[in-house]
């Protein structure tokens, strides 16, 4: 499938670490993460909300997360966790798609959404993505997440296809 992005780069963005004060006032720290990060990971996906799954991820139980987890943890992918007082309560992922593609993910526990903390986590990934020579990311949201699209294009992704009962977005880097 070819996909269609913006003819022009975006403008550079945050790298990790970072900390952001969200919307509620708690002070957020963004970081990259890596394998080491698994077993925060793991509660914070055990928390996760079975609403805000979309697409079968992230997986429900306990050994399918960590199947889930070393996967996008592994060298091929690029992740940031937001942390509040220590724990994991945010996580973006850029997963190798096509030559110079990658697919994006995030994930918010519900008591952060709305915060601010989903865009700096998507900032802060797309930071390191630049860092790292990522050219193109891209992704999916169901039609109905008006909250999700608003992000996503806050931050610059632009709509390149609504063919499915998914929206596709797409971001130069």
Same mark, same amino acid.
């Given at each position: 499938?070819?996909?269609?992005?913006?003819?022009?780069?975006?403008?550079?963005?945050?790298?990790?670490?970072?900390?952001?004060?969200?919307?509620?006032?708690?002070?957020?720290?963004?970081?990259?993460?890596?394998?080491?990060?698994?077993?925060?990971?793991?509660?914070?996906?055990?928390?996760?909300?079975?609403?805000?799954?979309?697409?079968?991820?992230?997986? =429900?139980?306990?050994?399918?997360?960590?199947?889930?987890?070393?996967?996008?943890?592994?060298?091929?992918? !690029? #992740?940031?966790?937001?942390?509040?007082?220590?724990?994991?309560?945010?996580?973006?992922? !850029?997963?190798?798609? #096509?030559?110079?593609?990658?697919?994006?993910?995030?994930?918010?526990?519900?008591?952060?959404?709305?915060?601010?903390?989903?865009?700096? !986590?998507?900032?802060?990934?797309?930071?390191?993505?630049?860092?790292?020579?990522?050219?193109? =990311?891209?992704?999916? =949201?169901?039609?109905? #997440?008006?909250?999700?699209?608003?992000?996503?294009?806050?931050?610059?992704?632009?709509?390149?296809?609504?063919?499915?009962?998914? =929206?596709?977005?797409?971001?130069?880097?």
């Amino acid at each position: 499938m070819t996909r269609t992005y913006p003819d022009d780069p975006a403008d550079a963005f945050p790298r990790p670490p970072r900390t952001i004060t969200d919307g509620e006032g708690r002070e957020i720290e963004v970081v990259a993460a890596d394998a080491t990060d698994t077993e925060d990971l793991v509660e914070m996906y055990l928390d996760f909300n079975p609403e805000d799954r979309a697409q079968g991820i992230p997986p =429900v139980k306990d050994e399918a997360i960590r199947k889930w987890l070393d996967v996008i943890l592994g060298d091929e992918c !690029l #992740n940031v966790v937001a942390r509040h007082e220590g724990d994991a309560i945010g996580h973006a992922t !850029l997963v190798p798609d #096509n030559e110079d593609e990658q697919e994006l993910a995030i994930f918010v526990l519900q008591a952060y959404q709305g915060a601010g903390i989903g865009t700096a !986590l998507v900032q802060t990934l797309l930071g390191h993505g630049q860092d790292q020579g990522v050219g193109k =990311v891209w992704l999916t =949201v169901e039609r109905w #997440n008006e909250p999700a699209i608003a992000l996503y294009e806050k931050v610059g992704f632009e709509t390149s296809n609504t063919e499915s009962f998914e =929206v596709e977005m797409a971001i130069r880097l």
